[in-house]
C-alpha cells in the first residue's frame, strides 16, 4: 500500500509505504472444531441407539440394522469421515473468513487515510482486488489446516492403529507457540532489548 504524502501545520506525514496484514490462516483452528463437532453427531446418535455394539458384533450371517450401518459409515476410522471431515474443514473456512473481513470495509479504510493498491483504482476495485487475495489465501490456508487434520486419520488407517494425537491438538500447539513468541518480542521490544531469537 501506498499513502499520499499531506501536509498538516508544518509536519508532514504519509508518504510511506506498508502492507495489509493477511495470515494464510486467519481462522485458525476453529473450522477443524466446528467440522469435528458436526460430525461427532452422528456418532453420538449411533451410541444412544445401539449402546455398546460393534460390528464386531454381528455374526456373518446375521442382519445389521440399516441405521446402525449408516451411522458407521460416520466413525472416525472410515474413508466417508475423512472425505466429508476435509469437505467441512474447507466450507468452514472459507465460511469464518467471509464473516470476520470485509473487504469494501478495508477498500474504504484505505481510501479515508489516503492509502492506495499500487496499480489498483480506489473504491470496488480494491475491494474487489482484496477479495481475490484473501480467497487465495483462504484456499493455500484452508488445504493446509485439512491436511494437518486429515493426517492422523490416514496414518492411523495405515498403520491400523488409533493415533492419540489428533490434527488439531497439532494446531492449537502451534498457535500457542507462536502466540507466545509474539509476545515474548512485543515485551522485549518495549524494553528495547535486541530480541528474542537473535
Given at each position: 500500500m501506498q499513502y499520499a504524502k499531506r501536509v498538516v501545520g508544518r509536519k508532514m506525514y504519509g508518504g510511506q509505504s506498508s502492507y495489509i496484514p493477511i495470515k494464510v490462516t486467519m481462522s485458525g483452528v476453529m473450522p477443524v472444531i466446528f467440522a469435528s463437532a458436526l460430525?461427532?453427531?452422528?456418532?453420538?446418535?449411533?451410541?444412544?441407539?445401539?449402546?455398546?455394539?460393534?460390528?464386531?458384533?454381528?455374526?456373518?450371517?446375521?442382519?445389521?440394522?440399516?441405521?446402525?450401518?449408516?451411522?458407521?459409515?460416520?466413525?472416525?476410522n472410515q474413508p466417508p469421515y475423512a472425505i466429508l471431515y476435509l469437505v467441512l474443514i474447507i466450507a468452514f473456512n472459507f465460511f469464518y473468513v467471509a464473516v470476520q473481513?470485509?473487504?469494501?470495509?478495508?477498500?474504504?479504510?484505505?481510501?479515508?487515510?489516503?492509502?492506495?493498491?499500487?496499480?489498483i483504482r480506489p473504491g470496488k476495485p480494491t475491494s474487489d482486488f482484496i477479495s481475490r487475495v484473501i480467497s487465495k489465501i483462504t484456499l493455500v490456508g484452508a488445504l493446509f489446516i485439512a491436511a494437518v487434520a486429515i493426517l492422523p486419520i490416514i496414518m492411523g488407517g495405515v498403520a491400523q492403529m488409533q493415533i492419540a494425537l489428533g490434527g488439531t491438538s497439532i494446531i492449537i500447539v502451534v498457535g500457542v507457540a507462536l502466540d507466545t513468541v509474539k509476545q515474548l518480542e512485543s515485551q522485549m521490544m518495549m524494553r528495547h532489548y535486541k530480541g528474542f531469537l537473535e
Open positions: 460430525l461427532s453427531i452422528p456418532g453420538m446418535i449411533k451410541n444412544f441407539a445401539y449402546p455398546g455394539v460393534l460390528l464386531t458384533d454381528f455374526q456373518t450371517g446375521d442382519i445389521v440394522p440399516i441405521g446402525f450401518r449408516i451411522l458407521s459409515f460416520f466413525d472416525y473481513y470485509n473487504p469494501v470495509e478495508m477498500a474504504n479504510n484505505l481510501r479515508k487515510n489516503n492509502g492506495t493498491i499500487p496499480g
